[in-house]
Nanobody
Framework: QVQLVESGGDSVQTGGALRLSCAASGYSFRGKCVAWFRQAPGKGREGVAVIGAGSGKIDYDDSVQGRFTISQDTAKNIVWLQMNTLKPEDSAMYYC???????????????????WGQGTRVTVSS
């Protein structure tokens, strides 16, 4: 049984930093596409970052480019999301999702991800 578990969410002040982790059991992230999505209250879910899209591509949403970094520890089977210079608009539930292969152009399409975690909450106060 595949299980993705996110952790690292917390409440921080504007300008703070957090590192989220997504750990998998029953599934290897090696060679797969793993993405972070987020959903703020009353809003739709949006793609934040992806690793492994296309042929190993890393991509970010414009709203987090330069502040967030996605990385992978293949030995530990964990994908990290380092979030720096956090803003109140980054407040959301953050989810990781995984699939065997995802498009480098359409990695935000949620339907292509069969595996999702339960989410971890990030709150950024001003």
């Amino acid at each position: 049984q595949v299980q993705l578990v996110e952790s690292g969410g917390d409440s921080v002040q504007t300008g703070g930093a957090l590192r989220l982790s997504c750990a998998a059991s029953g599934y290897s992230f090696r060679g797969k596409c793993v993405a972070w999505f987020r959903q703020a209250p009353g809003k739709g879910r949006e793609g934040v970052a992806v690793i492994g899209a296309g042929s190993g591509k890393i991509d970010y949403d414009d709203s987090v480019q330069g502040r967030f970094t996605i990385s992978q520890d293949t030995a530990k089977n964990i994908v990290w999301l380092q979030m720096n210079t956090l803003k109140p608009e980054d407040s959301a539930m953050y989810y990781c999702a995984a699939t065997a292969l995802c498009s480098s152009f359409y990695w935000r399409r949620e339907a292509q991800y069969p595996y999702w975690g339960q989410g971890t909450r990030v709150t950024v106060s001003s």
